[in-house]
């Protein structure tokens, strides 16, 4: 069995931007232990937040609860009635890491998109090592 999240924390959400789209605000948000810190563009009629707020937000190779790779999309996935990681979260988006850049001390950021709505984490190498340029699920639940 393969491990399939491969990053996992909870963010207290410190400012939210939606000036600029009509559907999408630009959340900040702290994690807990003040480690990591991200930058998510979400789509607010969906997933509505507010400041103030913890979502937990996991990063995962695959939605298969067993870790393996699935033999279809994930399009299919959704339609089988077999569980999936995602029944246990409210807010789910599947794109690509994208890029990595070298931060302060042993920080390091991270890129990621979703279909052009963008994820930046940065953070302590060691938290966020298990990312890689790949495809990627984001799942986020309160």
Known sequence: MADSQLFEDTF?????????YDRVSRITGTSTDNATSMTLDI????????????????LASTLNLDGTKPDKGWKDLSRSSESTLADMYDYVCYGKVYRFEEGDGDNIKVYCSFGGLLL???????????????????????
């Open 120 to 142: 930046y984490i940065e953070g302590p190498y060691k938290k966020l090592t298990p990312l890689r340029i790949d495809y990627v699920y984001m799942l986020l639940k309160k």
């Open 12 to 20: 207290n959400i410190t400012a939210i931007n939606n000036q600029k």
């Open 43 to 58: 789509n607010h009629e969906l997933y509505p937040i507010t400041t103030g707020e913890n979502i937990q937000m996991v």
